[in-house]
């Protein structure tokens, strides 16, 4: 357990350092070999969490070697993980906190994937959810600015296109 634990922590460290260095693919390396010790724990939320810390970060390095499909597919783990940790207590802050970013996280990796449709569902429901957030926790006022910026980020995005009417065959 414990060993385990530290023997983790060094690995993300080193793939933190790595990252920062412009190494993605060794940062890649030592962020699977601590994802891959974290999943050998407990499912407890202090593992949970960390676990979801070290996907974002091997899906950042993912995004900088272009590999997209591998870096949505960290951040939708990392959703999930969130969305297991909010659900285990649905009025942890930090749950909730960390279950919205996932989903803004996801849909800015959606929009450099060229997947709009999708981002524009993901950012819909970070708004959401981060005005529940602004409306439980009003005395947290870092939730205005990232609602803002959501907000834009939505606005920004093409709309999808209509579908073309076919000429009536009279």
């Known amino acids: 357990g414990a060993v385990t634990i530290e023997l983790a922590r060094c690995y993300r460290g080193l793939g933190e350092t790595l990252a920062e260095r412009q190494r993605h693919q060794e940062a890649v390396d030592a962020l699977q070999q601590a994802v ?3 999943e050998q724990l407990p499912h407890e939320t202090a ?9 974002y970060l091997l899906s950042l390095s993912y995004q900088q070697l272009d590999r997209m499909e591998d870096a949505l ?10 969305e297991a940790t909010a659900a285990d207590d649905p009025q942890s802050q930090a749950g909730r906190k960390g279950r919205t970013f996932s989903h803004a996280d996801l849909a800015h990796l959606l929009v450099a994937a060229g997947r709009t449709e999708e ?19 009003p005395g947290d006022s870092a939730y205005g600015g990232v609602l803002e910026n959501l907000r834009q980020r939505l606005a920004e995005l093409p709309k999808p296109k209509e579908p073309t009417p076919k000429p009536s065959s009279n």
């Open 36 to 38: 891959e010790l974290r």
């Open 47 to 55: 593992n949970r969490i960390a676990l979801t810390h070290d996907y």
């Open 73 to 82: 597919r960290c951040a939708r783990t990392r959703l999930a993980l969130w």
């Open 119 to 137: 981002a524009t569902a993901e950012y819909r429901q970070a708004v959401e959810l981060i005005e529940r957030l602004t409306a439980d926790f």
